[in-house]
């Protein structure tokens, strides 16, 4: 039996990460300091994983817990712009410090890869869409610097530990147990509690950005992909498709059934305008999507009604 490791598993993607690795037959650890993360989310797994309460920024703890590791899948993360916006010391500490802690216990300990969530948001506002892993990145936030910044460390660990990893730039991703109830929270979960309470569904700027968005268990496939192919480096993990925020909003109150209302304020500090992915590179190892924004949405809707 193979032994993992996922930093951040009590989180949203984490914790569906978990779940599957699980039903995999890895042997699974977490690590997660429940700052954003919640037991609730891996509560049914308990018997079947061991929980460490701790915090990425605990180099030595990673260099104890990494022992005997065969795969290790980062996710653990300050994953927000506003938030990196309004403290970018905590968002730079826990993204780089934190990450670079990572490498430096995977190297001591000799696993066999990292997988390394990254995010789309290191590519800001290129204007040539779809974007692609080879073109130059434009961060806008702290947030969009932290990753980036990691996945240069990922890169140097490779070339000078041999420390082989992969780090996937993820888009706009989305589903059950995403947090609806924070002011830095992502606008599918926010415009899902709102319709189902028949509120106003509220827009920062015009609507007319347009987003990639990818639902958590195509990520889910990507990262076990990931580690299990022989390969290293950067791939974007999204749809490779875009909907305006208009759109979505709409197509919410339409499968929510309820007729909330549209309202419109100002753009937030930090948020690109455009996103749009090209995954030929992850499709040319297998990567493929299942999910389209429709079934993809209909699921979390279910699952947010019914409070999974």
């Keep these: 039996m193979e032994r993992v490791i996922v930093t951040g598993g009590a989180g949203f993607i984490g914790s569906h990460l978990t779940e599957e690795l699980v039903k995999q037959g890895f042997d699974v650890t977490v690590l997660d300091n429940l700052t954003t993360g919640n037991l609730h989310n891996i509560l049914s797994l308990k018997k079947d994983i ?38 970018p010391l905590a968002s730079h500490e826990v993204n780089n410090t934190g990450t670079l802690n990572v490498l430096q216990a995977a190297v001591q300990n000799r696993v066999k890869k990292l997988v390394f969530m990254s995010s789309a948001a290191v590519y800001g506002d290129i204007p ?6 080879d073109m130059p990145p434009q961060p806008k936030s702290p947030y969009a610097v932290d990753k980036l910044s990691a996945e240069y460390y990922c890169a140097v660990f490779r070339q000078v530990y041999q420390l082989s990893s992969v780090c996937l730039r993820c888009f706009n991703v989305y589903g059950p147990r995403q947090e609806p109830d924070s002011d830095y929270s992502a606008a599918i979960p926010k415009f899902i509690a709102l319709a189902l309470a028949g509120k106003p569904l509220t827009i920062y700027g015009d609507g007319k950005q347009t987003r990639d968005f990818v639902y958590v268990k195509d990520v889910i496939a990507a990262n076990i992909l990931a580690a299990r192919a022989d390969l290293n480096g950067i791939f974007n993990i999204s749809n ?25 304020d100002q753009p937030r500090p930090g948020d690109i305008v455009h996103s749009l992915a090209d995954i030929t590179k992850a499709a040319s190892i297998g990567f493929k999507p299942s999910y389209t924004m429709e079934t993809g949405l209909a699921e979390t809707i279910s699952s947010f009604s019914s409070g999974l």
């Excluded at 040539?128 to 892993?133: D, R």
């Design 128 to 133: 040539t869409l779809p974007v692609k892993e």
């Design 240 to 264: 490779g498709r875009s909907v305006t925020v208009n759109e979505l909003a709409g197509l919410i109150i339409k499968l929510t059934g309820n007729k909330s209302e549209i309202v419109y």
């Design 50 to 87: 061991t929980f460490i309460k701790g915090s990425i920024t605990n180099l030595s703890l990673l260099k104890k817990l990494f022992k005997n590791t065969d795969y290790i899948f980062h996710l653990a993360a300050i994953a927000s712009v506003p938030k990196s916006v309004t403290d």
